[in-house]
């Protein structure tokens, strides 16, 4: 939660400043906000961890002399505090790494080099944060429920398709974001070409298309790929079959053919063999 | 490579043979990258040697897009997947490239992104 705090005002910042990049060419004036900014939200993000460190511990005597110090350097007031309550500077340093951690891992993002290509230049320099009008519009599509995924693959195959014939599908783009079920999502400058493009495939419901907003569409795309969570040693619980309901351990994972072996404890049925024999 | 770029294969089957490249987040099945290689990332050469395709790309992906034409799409460009052929890719990938491909990647002059942590 602490960490939270921390990190949206920086995420904030460099948004702020890429849409600015965009508009104001100077270079000189670019930096200069770029530095300004940061420092603000430095001190900004660090308030936020103080008070809200105190909370957890709920206790008066600190948030007073939290006030007190507050116009102090952050060493300082850390060390006031690291005496009578110990854990917390552990915790500090680790939510502090932590947010640190967050704000610089993309820090070659920020540095461009006079010897980069000019093509890549240009690429960072479209990037802005959200579609300006010139961008076609996003349009959100109903279609059956576990059928997402399956819509975008088709639209792309219609497309190589009509191309091979000679005739171009309009539509730019057909995406399926896993988060979102009964829904897909095309870019195209018309709904007519989201309705054309759809035409014949009968898991899409071309009654149900609405442009979604210019400023929900980054939104749409910022999905962060969880790693496999799967590790040797886990518990699991077996949802079909004979077993279902056993709880098993994971003894192997495959993650390039994504299966695990688990280990179970077998079901012997004694009442049956001893009637058996 | 622009919207005349002749686009990637178009994945055969949806199910759990799908893979994306970790370079370019390309989806196809195992048996086209082991096949045709990589449309945009042809100096991994995974037609060649197989146990390449392995390294080079995952089964473990998130969200689908099919990119018809990369130059106009605005997702593509904030997917930074504006300059490769359409074709259909993933929104993210969960691994990073191995460190000997990554080297490969700097040795032929070509950006390398990893995937941001959750």
Known sequence: MVSDKGKQPAGKSSGKRKVDDDKTGGAKKRRNRGVLQFLEDAAVASDGDYSSGDSIFDDDFFEEEEYDLGTNDKNDQSKSHSLPVFPKEEEFEEEFDKMMEERYKNASAFLRFAEDEPDLRRFVEEDASIPSIKDPTTWKVKCAVGRERNSAFCLMQKYVDLQALGKKLQIISAYAVEHMKGHFFVEAEKQSEVIEACKGLCSIYTTRVTPVPRSQVPHLLNVRSRRAEISVGMWARVKNGTYKGDLAQVVAVNDAKRRVTVKLIPRIDLQALAQKF | ?118
């Not at chain 2, 002749?6 to 199910?15: C, D, E, K, L, V």
């Not at chain 2, 060649?48 to 099919?66: K, L, Q």
């Not at chain 2, 018809?68 to 997947?81: C, E, K, N």
């Not at chain 2, 300059?83 to 490239?97: C, D, I, M, N, R």
Request: charged share 25%; aromatic share 10%; proline share 9%.
């Open chain 2, 1 to 118: 490579m622009g919207s005349s770029a002749p686009p990637a294969q178009i994945p055969t089957s949806f199910g759990h043979e799908l893979r994306a490249c970790l370079r370019c987040r390309l989806v196809k099945t195992y048996d086209q990258f082991r096949e045709n290689g990589c449309e945009n990332c042809p100096f991994f050469k995974m037609d060649e040697d197989p146990e390449r395709i392995v390294d080079c790309t995952t089964p473990n992906f998130n969200g689908i897009i099919s990119v018809m034409d990369p130059t106009r799409s605005w997702a593509a460009r904030w997917l930074r997947i504006g300059k490769f052929v359409p074709g259909v890719y993933t929104l993210a990938v969960s691994e990073a490239l191995p460190d000997d491909l990554q080297a490969l990647c700097e040795e032929e002059r070509v950006q390398y992104a990893p995937p941001k942590r959750v």
